[in-house]
């Protein structure tokens, strides 16, 4: 279920290796670090659940998550998140996600994202908008997937890997509020950690085998395998 060597895979494109920010492969029990990559930013700290490392070469998240710090002086205008998932308990449950609270014309506002699955078992990217709000990828997933969402500008495309027909399914969005994309000083993995009271999405259910954070736009060419 792996992507046996993501690393290996963005060498071999040949992408600027400036923009893969961020790379857990979890192929050392015990340690989260951001494997031959930036070994000394965004190592990331896992909360207190002792069942992390249960299965090698996965991570376990059963409502703990990975806090990662450092990331408030990345350019975020572009992104990339890419991940494989196996859900121990179909539905919702978050992936990533990055969130604060600003003032906004003088007014204290709800800011940020999140990356999950909704109760349909959807990806989804969650945002707040009077509100908590989000935009779905109309497929109902399988327990395991390499899933993928890339912001570009106010545009955002989800795709999940179809392993039946060997492509991805794919939906393209326009978001135009400017508040959705403005993340918070961390990024967390397995938990919308610091976000708005309202937000009932739980933390993920289930192991990641890798997970990676570029800060470019990958098309749907870049990421076939």
């Avoid at 659940?49 to 710090?69: D, P, T, V």
């Avoid at 408030?72 to 179909?90: A, P, R």
């Avoid at 349909?120 to 009077?130: A, D, G, Q, V």
């Amino acid at each position: 279920m792996a992507f046996t060597g993501l690393y290996n895979l963005w060498t071999k494109l040949g992408l600027p290796s400036g923009n893969f920010l961020i790379y857990y492969p979890y192929n050392r029990s015990g340690e989260i670090d951001n494997n031959g990559i930036n070994p000394s930013l965004y190592t990331g700290v896992l909360s207190s659940q002792l069942n992390h490392w249960q299965r090698s070469g996965s991570g376990y998240f059963s409502g703990g998550y990975i806090e990662i710090s450092g990331v408030s002086t990345v350019d975020q205008s572009n992104w990339t998140i890419l991940t494989s998932i196996e859900q121990t308990q179909t539905g919702s449950g978050i992936i990533f996600s990055s969130y604060r609270t600003g003032l906004i014309n003088g007014n204290p506002r709800n800011m940020g994202y999140s990356l999950g699955f909704d109760g349909e078992n959807k990806l989804k990217f969650y945002y707040y908008l009077n509100g908590e709000t989000g935009e779905a990828l109309n497929v109902q997933l399988p327990n395991k997937n390499i899933i993928a969402a890339s912001k570009a500008g106010d545009y955002l495309s989800l795709y999940a890997y179809n392993f039946a027909t060997d492509k991805y399914d794919t939906n393209f969005f326009i978001i135009d509020d400017p508040c959705a994309f403005l993340s918070g000083s961390k990024f967390y993995l397995g938990k919308a950690v610091d976000a708005p009271i309202s937000f009932t999405v739980v933390p993920l259910q289930g192991y990641i085998d890798e997970f990676a954070y570029f800060n470019t736009s990958l098309s749907l060419t870049d990421l076939v395998f």
